[in-house]
């Protein structure tokens, strides 16, 4: 059979907005039958997943998007086919809980400062049990009508470098990958476009990348040019890095991004699924 892989989407257990159950049955609907839910700094959706996925006949990958420090940057690092019981993993997700709480705390106190109110209630009435993301911070100046999209309250207030950012400590890259190849799973550097980062920055990042053993690189995201893509093919050629493919779905609201609607991985790209088993 062939498979049609989707190894990078959200749900409710951090910035998502359908449930992990919701996620695996809309990718079900759409055509994909190779799926990994790769929450933000969880994997507290993978139970749930697995049994939709388990009902459906959907073939689940454990995953997880590790948000990691390297050289005063903010990179994204995607776990596949890792295990959400090996203890440093889980004891690092358990304390990426905490972190997120007190940086939430942080940016609620910065947007009082700026007479935005009521912000940390909000939050985490919207995240429940799940991961508290910067997401949520923009859905709640949305419905407050402190601006009119989400980007905006990136913009305006949560990106870098805006009022209301709190700089955090993050997993350092090495030590996020180890999770991750330790627990036996493959790291893969997410998004790579999205980081805005010089020839010469990416190709340092790739190095460092390779040597602490990352293994793939997204070479297929949602929104990606054909320039982009063509860039990306180029780093997996010259690192030697297997190529994933992953939309990054977030909430089915977004008709940009949605499960399993993404190109083809290039022929000449050896494809990460033959490294999980
Ligand atoms: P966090 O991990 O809490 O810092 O939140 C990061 C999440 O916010 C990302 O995974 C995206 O879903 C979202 N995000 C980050 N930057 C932007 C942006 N410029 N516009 C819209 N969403 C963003
Ligand atoms: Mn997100
Ligand atoms: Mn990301
Ligand atoms: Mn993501």
Not at 7 to 13: E, F, G, I, V
Not at 105 to 114: D, H, N, S, T, V
Not at 152 to 175: M, N, Q
Request: net charge negative; hydrophobic share 40%.
């Amino acid at each position: 059979m062939i498979e049609r892989y989707d190894l990078h989407c959200h749900s409710t257990a951090s910035d998502g907005a359908l449930t992990p159950a919701e996620v695996v049955q809309r990718a079900a609907e759409f055509g994909v039958t190779a799926l990994a839910l790769t929450d933000h700094d969880t994997t507290a959706g993978l139970a749930e997943a697995q049994q939709q996925a388990d009902s459906v006949g959907l073939h689940l990958i454990p995953g997880i998007e590790l948000s990691c420090n390297w050289q005063n940057k903010c990179l994204h690092v995607v776990g596949l086919g890792i295990d959400p019981s090996y203890a440093p993993l889980a004891n690092a997700t358990h304390l990426l809980q905490s972190t997120r709480l007190e940086r939430a705390e942080k940016i609620a106190f910065k947007l009082e400062q700026k007479r935005i109110p009521g912000a940390m209630l909000a939050v985490k009435k919207a995240a429940g049990e799940g991961m508290i993301t910067r997401s949520h911070f923009a859905d709640f100046l949305l419905s407050q009508n402190h601006v009119s999209t989400q980007q905006e309250a990136f913009d305006r207030y949560l990106a870098k470098g805006k009022s209301a950012y709190v700089s955090t400590t993050w997993a350092e890259l090495e030590v996020a990958i180890n999770w991750i190849t330790e627990s036996g799973g493959v790291a893969v550097l997410a998004h790579p476009m999205r980081y805005k980062l010089t020839a010469n920055w990416m190709n340092r990042l790739l190095t460092a990348f390779k040597e602490a053993g990352g293994q793939g690189i997204e070479v297929i995201t949602s929104r990606m040019n054909p320039d982009e893509l063509r860039r990306v093919a180029d780093f997996a050629k010259r690192f030697d890095l297997a190529g994933s493919v992953g939309s990054d779905f977030h909430n089915p609201a977004n008709p940009w991004v949605e499960l399993g609607r993404l190109p083809a991985l290039p022929t000449h790209i050896k494809p990460v699924w033959e490294l999980l088993n």
